[in-house]
């Protein structure tokens, strides 16, 4: 049951990627996505696991997902009960650059779900990393640059980004982000939860190196008082 659920949760997210593929990350991400062997066979076991506090965030997620992504709604209810979620910190995994500060505001909002990659994933791949990017209501995800080409497909909002020396612009839910190789990047979430299905197609061995910013406290400060 876990596998059929979580595999067909990926299949959903392909086949809304397949129609979205204007940019070259997306056109990737769907081209690895459809080399695997999706038939459940070769998917890793993980334990079902989500932490008690974010239960009712992640429904409310699902609740805000639009309706133009209601194959991706649905495959993501059905295979909730068996996705394994973790919180990512400026330790964990070595996925930061040693020292790094991502803030307490992030480390205290944000889940991550692997279903494709190189280790603790789903499903198993060398050439593609695919999660589910949770973070909770009014949380500010710091500014911070990684070698890997990224995608941010992304389900929910309207959440505001902040690319490069770029002003913040809002998303709505059913966007696409492309994160060019080195190219800092800064996420803040406002009332609605936010939940984005990231990929990377490139250097899937490199670190986030957090970038300092002087705005920092003043942007969490926002988010707390709205």
Request: glycine share 4%.
């Amino acid at each position: 049951m876990q596998k059929d659920k979580v595999i067909a949760l990926i299949c959903a997210l392909r086949d809304a990627l397949s129609a979205r593929d204007q940019l070259e990350v997306v056109q990737q991400t769907v081209s690895r996505l459809s080399a695997l062997d999706l038939d459940g066979t070769q998917a890793e076991p993980l334990p079902p696991r989500t932490p008690s506090h974010f239960q009712s965030e992640l429904k409310l997620t699902i609740d805000h997902i639009p309706d133009s992504l209601k194959a991706v709604a649905d495959g993501l209810s059905q295979a909730l009960p068996y996705l394994n979620w973790k919180v990512d910190t400026d330790s964990s995994d070595g996925y930061y650059e040693k020292g790094s500060d991502v803030g307490q505001s992030f480390r205290e909002g944000n889940l991550v779900c692997r279903l494709v990659g190189p280790t603790n994933s789903f499903v198993f791949s060398e050439e593609l990393f695919l999660s589910l990017f949770f973070l909770k209501s009014r949380t500010l995800y710091r500014d911070h640059v990684h070698q890997a080409s990224e995608m941010y497909f992304n389900l929910s909002g309207p959440c505001g980004f902040r690319l490069g020396d770029q002003d913040w612009a809002d998303y709505a839910g059913d966007s696409v982000i492309w994160n060019p190789p080195s190219r800092s990047h800064a996420t803040r979430v406002y009332e609605t939860p936010f939940l984005s299905a990231v990929s990377w197609v490139s250097d899937l061995d490199s670190v986030c190196r957090v970038i300092p910013r002087d705005d920092w406290q003043i942007l969490e400060d926002q988010l707390r008082q709205t």
